[in-house]
């Protein structure tokens, strides 16, 4: 199974789509439930998603099983010091005791220009002796755009990175960025494949900011509409067509989502029929630029 599942949801309020608000408790016990007898054995966290690690601490079921993915602390110094260092020490030991497991299956540095700012070296290092250590047994970095890859594979031995593609943001497809971290040996987690929910609203509903490229989000719609496929089965059947892609990183706010998301694992296109689909603007591609 493709499928990681995203936990951001279970720890905040967050999408742009979402009306419901942070999950529940009990839903989240339903929802990662569910999720691992259907071959779900994936989750990806973070210590800046609100309570989510706390969350899955308390309530994942057979959690010793489950391999989870966390993300390191972010720094808004522009020098990576001793003392960042031994705030990332203490926030790794954090996510540890909070998530309850004594190992984790991957680490990621959150943000990742910090490891390009003077000392950011430190940040890999500890990484590192984290892998050797046995305490992780996978490092990578979340990114953001073609620059930073070409910066990581220059400069750092990763073993996953986390990035962002969907039908709207095609660009590391076309730029052939995906097709250079396989050549390296990385393996790839795609994330934002419904780009928060955007991709699947209904177009009356869309956020004022959104008006400028409602005419291609009306383009996915129609083209879900002649295949006969819902546009949630269109966006993860895409994603599910670009090979280079080992992960796809998705979250849902209840166990029907859930139930959608895997029935719609099932379906097959062919990715190359779908580049006029996309657009270049990071004002709508990347969320944290977005204005609502």
């Not at 000392?119 to 046995?134: D, N, T, V």
């Not at 396989?182 to 991709?199: D, M, N, P, S």
Request: hydrophobic share 40%; net charge negative.
């Amino acid at each position: 199974m493709k499928i990681v599942l995203g936990t951001v949801q279970f720890g905040m309020d967050y999408g742009v789509s979402n009306k419901l608000g942070q999950v529940k408790e009990k839903q989240v016990h339903d929802i990662l439930e569910f999720a691992y007898k259907s071959g779900i054995t994936v989750m990806d966290t973070a210590a800046l998603y609100g309570e989510s690690e706390k969350v899955l601490g308390r309530v994942a079921p057979d959690c010793d099983e489950w391999n989870i993915i966390t993300k390191t602390q972010s720094f808004k110094e522009e020098v990576i010091g001793k003392s960042q260092l031994d705030k990332l020490k203490i926030s790794f030991s954090e996510s540890l005791s909070n998530l309850r497991k004594i190992q984790l299956h991957g680490l990621l540095v959150h943000s990742c220009d910090d490891l390009f700012k003077p000392g950011g070296f430190r940040i890999f290092h500890y990484l590192e002796q984290l892998r050797s250590s046995g305490l992780v047994k996978k490092i990578g970095v979340s990114v953001y755009n073609s620059d930073q890859i070409d910066k990581l594979l220059d400069n750092f031995d990763i073993d996953i990175i986390q990035l962002p593609v969907n039908l709207l943001d095609q660009r590391l497809i076309q730029s052939k960025h995906l097709k250079k971290l396989k050549e390296y040996g990385v393996e790839i987690h795609a994330r934002t494949v419904f780009l928060q929910g955007l991709l699947l609203m209904p177009l009356h509903s869309l956020p004022p900011y959104f008006l400028p490229i409602q005419e291609i989000l009306k383009k996915i719609e129609d083209k879900a509409q002649e295949l006969s496929i819902s546009r949630l089965e269109l966006a993860l059947g895409f994603i599910q067509s670009v090979d280079e892609i080992d992960k796809i990183v998705v979250g849902v706010n209840t166990l029907e989502q859930l139930h959608e998301i895997i029935n719609a694992t099932k379906i097959h296109i062919n990715k190359d029929e779908f580049f006029n689909l996309s657009i270049n603007d990071q004002n709508y591609l990347n969320p944290s630029l977005w204005k609502i």
